[in-house]
């Protein structure tokens, strides 16, 4: 079982930042991802990395986040730059449980079977 623990969360003005982490229970070097939620609309994969270090991101978001990983910690951390309040979400990391390889695939729901519990990021005009 994986466990995957979030902070960061909370209110910006558009244009500022927040940096998101989430902690996991298992071995360093699994495979991550951030999803984004909005009430009445699917979950969305934002950003993912895989094993080896490479990324994918939503179109929506390329050039303003950035998917990083602390091995050490097993930590995935999600550095959000130039918020728009568009991006107002409750944000969740996510899982395979384990090491992969191919980033685009891991922005699919389908790809993880552990989430964390969600924080909210709510962006002000």
């Known amino acids: 079982q994986v466990q995957l623990v979030e902070s960061g969360g909370g209110s910006v003005q558009a244009g500022g930042s927040l940096r998101l982490s989430c902690e996991a229970s298992?071995?360093?070097?699994?495979?991550m991802a951030w999803f984004r939620q909005v009430p009445g609309k699917e979950r969305e994969g934002v950003a993912a990395?895989?094993?080896?270090?490479?990324?994918s991101y939503a179109d929506s978001v390329r050039g303003r986040f950035t998917i990083s990983r602390d091995n050490a910690k097993s930590t995935s951390f999600l550095q959000m730059d130039s918020l728009k309040p568009e991006d107002t979400a409750t944000y969740y990391c996510?899982?395979?449980?384990?090491?992969?390889?191919?980033?685009?695939?891991?922005?699919?729901?389908?790809?993880?079977?552990?989430w964390g519990q969600g924080t909210l990021v709510t962006v002000s005009s």
């Open positions: 298992v071995s360093r070097n699994i495979c």
């Open positions: 996510a899982s395979p449980g384990g090491r992969c390889y191919g980033s685009a695939g891991l922005l699919s729901r389908r790809q993880h079977p552990w």
């Open positions: 990395m895989d094993s080896d270090g490479f990324t």
